[in-house]
């Protein structure tokens, strides 16, 4: 099976919770490569890590699932402390360094993955736009921005970088929150709308526990999430990517002009994947085993 490329950071999220403060390794693309992996596709990680037991843990983390990482060294490993609210939410502060070396993308690459701050902050950004223009010409691009204010404030420079890559994406998907912050005075369906004018064949906009909105140049259905007892949302739209991005990949070919049933076929495997992950503590995502028989056939 050939390889999906994940390019974004990977760390260590701190969680304070009431029983006491835990590590884990964590980082959107992280994440999102290791749904990957547990959902049956094989993916290499490109991230910078540390020479330190942090990314060792993270090392060790992705291996358990098989996923290959590729690490552009760095002094320390990066952190992000997250605490966890009363309604499940988390918050985080980071401390993050953010750099990468030149990105190879084999002929073969299937999908091309990146988000989050990998996406924006310099000088790694600068590598990950540039791994995207030189893939090869067959090869899938999907984004989620996974914005991140405290990070990045300047909502004009962080949409300067990211129109680029929206316009060389065949996929992206947005929080309600990232939406909201990006565009402030845009309903759900106008984001659809603008991120379908960049040139996106499938934009979606999760909406928490309400489900999720997706759209192609063809169709738009917003469908409900199922329903869960919330141990915390650490990972839940990670989740969510990696199941849209398997159902994508399962399909064989780029999603372009998908009706309404199609749409729907994703966007449940997707939500069923968030829904297992926010079940349980920290960044989760389920194995394929662990799929409902409804939906476990999209990712074959």
Request: contains cysteine.
């Amino acid at each position: 099976m050939d390889t999906v490329i994940v390019i974004g950071e990977a760390l260590v999220d701190v969680v304070d919770r009431p029983e006491g403060r835990v590590e884990h390794p964590g980082g959107s693309p992280m994440n999102v490569a290791v749904g990957l992996a547990r959902l049956g596709r094989s993916a290499r990680l490109v991230c910078a890590l540390g020479d330190d037991d942090r990314g060792a843990s993270i090392r060790a983390h992705v291996g358990a699932s098989d996923v290959e990482v590729d690490a552009t060294a760095i002094d320390r490993t990066s952190t992000a402390v997250a605490t966890i609210g009363d309604d499940g939410g988390a918050s985080y502060e980071f401390d993050l360094d953010w750099r990468l070396d030149p990105v190879h993308v084999p002929a073969a690459t299937p999908l091309v993955h990146v988000g989050s701050i990998g996406a924006v902050l310099e000088p790694g950004a600068r590598a990950v736009l540039e791994a995207l223009r030189v893939r090869p010409t067959d090869a899938l691009v999907s984004v989620d921005p996974n914005v991140r204010p405290s990070i990045t404030p300047d909502r004009d420079a962080v949409l300067a970088t990211l129109e680029p890559l929206f316009a060389e994406a065949d996929v992206v998907k947005l929080s309600d929150e990232d939406a909201a912050w990006l565009w402030p005075d845009r309903s759900v369906d106008q984001v659809l709308d603008g991120l379908l004018a960049y040139g996106t064949s499938l934009a979606a906009v999760t909406l928490g526990g309400a489900g999720c909105a997706m759209a192609s140049t063809r169709a738009r259905i917003t469908v409900p999430a199922p329903r869960v007892e919330v141990a915390d949302t650490i990972g839940a739209g990670d989740s969510f990517m990696a199941g849209l991005l398997a159902s994508v990949l399962a399909r064989g070919s780029a999603p372009t002009a998908l009706d309404a049933d199609e749409l729907g076929r994703l966007a449940s495997l997707a939500l069923a994947c968030a829904a297992i992950t926010v079940s349980r503590p920290g960044a989760d995502p389920p194995t394929r085993a662990e799929l409902p028989t409804g939906v476990v056939s999209d990712v074959d």
